[in-house]
């Protein structure tokens, strides 16, 4: 999965900034996608692209169990989010609606991906590749709980392996 | 080995374990709110399933209900339009529903313990992050998205990973609980462990500091787990509790026998032990005031504003964070947190607007006026602790100040409905949350008890409420 990064160098971007309370009336998610980001960053509908990434701190998706966060972000064309940790009720989000990877990387890649370096994430090695910049880093793997989860697509397609 | 009392609640409603699998965990209580079920019951109807349990799910409206006068007709348009949808999916779906006008209608976690609906030892979700609250009466009560949401109602259970398990415990008793109150314990727990302290695990709180408090404060601190990181937090239930409970309009019938039940099993074992722990002593306790964009940004009335240096101890994120938060606040490290202005003053929300946060902000207030060039409301948690409030005379004490007295609802603890403030407003708030933006875009947060809410309305910025007279 390639994609261009968009950074976020700070930690405990909580889901008020990923989407404005205002917001959560909004029920058309092509509408929703316009105002993602835009409690923290008013450009970004402007500048996000179909396939990117965000790269962030520590405690990404903090805060309120709004789904409209993950899919605020998904809509907009965000296919995965990497960052040093995740509060869990955005994880769990993302993953049971299928929408979009939460991939917990390493101080190594957060520190040495950039804004707008082209990556490829392979979740099936749990490596990350930086294209731009020719170096490579390992993505924490999935638990194997989530891995099945996301796996199968999302929470209601689930269903555990039969002995 | 013993078990913790987390541990207890989860094995007792395992559906389907398997190694390397998620559990399969029954959910005995599900509420619901207009805001994460609408796409939930589209996804039912798209898929033609019913709500497995309507009997086990109740429904109310809070987060963008107006609470001004509740006889005209709702303005913002797409408010209103979510809250004809949730109408309708609960006519539909047969679930029992507390409307707009129903006098049980409020904040789905001050409504859910108030009508008996929360029991000790059950488990309980609610598609909103403090859900968390419920812990207080020893229930396992989680926040889930809209598509947990859809799962339980299609199956009444939720396919979950065992959380670990965190003691926090509070030694000591308090000299003054009048001043220092369960939001400061609670501010003062996530400032030490830190907004992602709790994650990936279930707290329980422990100690003569906890056990000590009334339900009402119980239920402050499990609200905010969340704000810790934590799945969940909750409290033993003891006697305290099952008198709460007690004659409530949806206790259950044989409650006595279930009390009986509870008392021995609803307790961790003495030799259960924690994957991690945290002590504080409550004595080490100061009324809190959050100073920048998230709980852990917070410190003791009689400090000043640390530096992002002395914040951040070498953490370079964290540094830029807390600078970050100095920007958006409009503050300078240094500046004494008594020194700092408000504009407004919010008492409400799921953490702090039931009946005991009303009558002890009113007793700083009884007899004075909010400083000029201050606004202040009371929003109460419910329409049943509105009407108590009322009855105890507590509107005309607010009104007599000057506050205003509104209809339940969620508020401005997250700016859904008009109650909102204005870019660069700085406000005094019970809430739970000091994100950028919350409150209304640019608006500026700090979170804070009740009894310190009532002082800096009265005196124009925050005050040591130590030092007043509360006895």
Avoid at chain 2, 77 to 90: F, G, H, M, R
Wanted: charged share 25%.
């Amino acid at each position: 999965m390639k994609g261009n990064i968009i950074k976020y160098a700070r930690d405990n971007i909580d889901t008020d900034v990923i989407i404005p309370g205002e917001y959560l009336k909004v029920h058309d998610y092509t509408e929703l996608a316009t105002h993602a980001m835009e409690g923290l960053d008013p450009d970004f509908h402007s500048k996000v692209k179909e396939g990117d990434f965000i790269l962030s701190g520590k405690n990404f998706g903090c805060g309120s169990s709004r789904e409209h966060a993950p899919i605020a972000l998904s809509h907009s064309g965000i296919k995965a989010i990497l960052a040093l940790s995740f509060a869990r009720i955005f994880y769990r989000n993302s993953v049971d609606g299928a929408f979009l990877l939460p991939i917990e990387i390493d101080q190594d890649a957060y520190d040495g991906i950039s804004e707008g370096d082209e990556i490829d994430i392979d979740v099936s090695k749990n490596e990350i590749k930086n294209i731009t910049k020719n170096q490579t880093y390992k993505m924490k793997p999935f638990s194997e709980i989530i891995g099945k989860i996301i796996a199968a697509g999302g929470l209601f397609k689930y269903k555990p392996d039969q002995d | 080995m013993g078990k913790t009392l987390f541990e207890k609640i989860w094995e007792s409603h395992i559906v389907v374990e398997k190694q390397n699998e998620p559990d399969l965990i029954y959910i005995d209580r599900h509420l619901v709110h207009e805001v994460t079920s609408p796409q939930a019951f589209d996804g039912l109807r798209m898929n033609n399933r019913k709500v497995r349990r309507p009997d086990l799910t109740i429904a109310t409206m809070d987060h963008n209900v107006p609470t001004s006068d509740r006889s005209l007709p709702i303005l913002d348009q797409t408010s209103a339009v979510q809250i004809k949808t949730l109408e309708n999916n609960c006519k539909d779906f047969g679930i029992k529903l507390f409307d707009i006008n129903s006098p049980n209608q409020g904040i789905v976690h001050v409504i859910g313990p108030q009508l008996g609906i929360t029991l000790p030892g059950s488990t309980i979700v609610c598609g909103d992050s403090h859900t968390s609250t419920h812990g207080a009466f020893g229930a396992l009560a989680l926040g889930i998205g809209t598509s947990e949401v859809e799962h339980v109602l299609a199956s009444q259970t939720l396919w979950l990973e065992k959380p670990k398990t965190f003691e926090v415990r509070v030694e000591g008793k308090r000299k003054n609980p009048h001043a220092v109150t369960a939001k400061d314990i609670i501010l003062s727990i996530i400032k030490n462990i830190g907004t992602a302290g709790g994650t990936g695990t279930v707290i329980e709180y422990r100690g003569e500091g906890i056990s000590d408090l009334s339900m009402d404060q119980r239920m402050t601190i499990c609200n905010m787990s969340i704000e810790g990181g934590a799945r969940a937090g909750l409290v033993a239930p003891d006697q305290k509790t099952f008198d709460y409970l007690r004659g409530r309009e949806y206790t259950p019938k044989n409650y006595e026998s279930l009390v009986d039940s509870w008392r021995d099993i609803l307790k961790t074992d003495s030799d259960a032990t924690f994957d991690k722990q945290f002590i504080l002593d409550i004595n080490d306790i100061a009324p809190q005031v959050s100073w920048g964009t998230n709980p852990g940004m917070t410190c003791d009335i009689d400090e000043p504003i640390p530096s992002p240096d002395k914040f951040s101890n070498g953490d370079v994120n964290q540094k830029k964070g807390a600078e970050k938060a100095l920007e958006y606040m409009a503050l300078e490290s240094g500046t004494m947190i008594e020194d700092i202005k408000i504009d407004r003053v919010f008492i409400g929300s799921c953490t702090n607007a039931r009946l005991e946060d009303l009558i002890e902000a009113s007793k700083i207030i009884q007899g004075q006026k909010v400083a000029p060039n201050v606004s202040a409301m009371v929003v109460p948690g419910s329409q049943m602790v509105k009407k108590q409030a009322e009855e105890m005379g507590l509107d005309k004490i607010f009104l007599d100040a000057n506050f205003e007295w509104r209809e339940a609802g969620c508020s401005m603890c997250l700016g859904m409905n008009p109650d909102i403030l204005s870019p660069g407003e700085r406000c005094a708030s019970t809430s739970n949350r000091n994100f950028e933006g919350r409150q209304g875009n640019g608006g500026r947060t700090h979170l804070v008890s009740p009894v310190m809410a009532a002082a800096a309305a009265i005196n124009g910025h925050f005050v040591d409420v130590r030092k007043l007279d509360l006895n």
